[in-house]
């Protein structure tokens, strides 16, 4: 009588070594690319967040909220809007702040303040906002007008 062979299923060791092979290939790929990608997008965040805090405290000092000067304060990391005539003389119950995403630096212009009801800013120039991928500049000139 011959005996009967069982079919085992499974996987050799080579085929598991294979396959760890390339997924440790495509992981050492990926990474990078995930990295830069998310640098890119947190350049992108903070450029958008600045702007858009740069516009409400316009909007604020338009509207004679608190009968104050609205204005932002800028820092690496975290940006601030506040209501007073400067960062320094601010009434801090109206701050609202937000943090930047990591890595993110500001230079130039770091404090803008608007004047109340015409929105004007008493200041003009360019912030810089920059991060290992690179950097985007944000302007506000005499009428108001946000560039980036």
Not at 33 to 44: C, D, F, G, I, P
Not at 47 to 66: D, M
Request: net charge positive.
């Amino acid at each position: 009588m011959r005996k009967k062979q069982k079919n085992i299923l499974g996987f050799t060791l080579l085929e598991v070594a294979f396959v760890l092979g390339v997924l440790a290939l495509f992981a050492a790929i990926v990474g990078p690319v995930y990295r830069s990608l998310q640098t890119k997008n947190n350049l992108s965040i903070a450029t958008t967040s600045v702007v858009e805090a740069i516009r409400r405290a316009q909007t604020l000092a338009e509207n004679g909220k608190a009968d104050l000067t609205w204005g932002v304060n800028l820092t690496s990391g975290n940006l601030t809007v506040f209501a007073g005539s400067s960062f320094a003389s601010r009434q801090s119950a109206y701050d609202e702040n937000l943090n930047l995403p990591g890595g993110i630096a500001v230079s130039g212009l770091s404090q803008i303040v608007f004047n109340k009801l015409t929105g004007l800013p008493q200041s003009t120039g360019t912030t810089t906002i920059s991060n290992a991928f690179g950097c985007s500049q944000i302007g506000i000139n005499a009428a108001g007008t946000v560039n980036y």
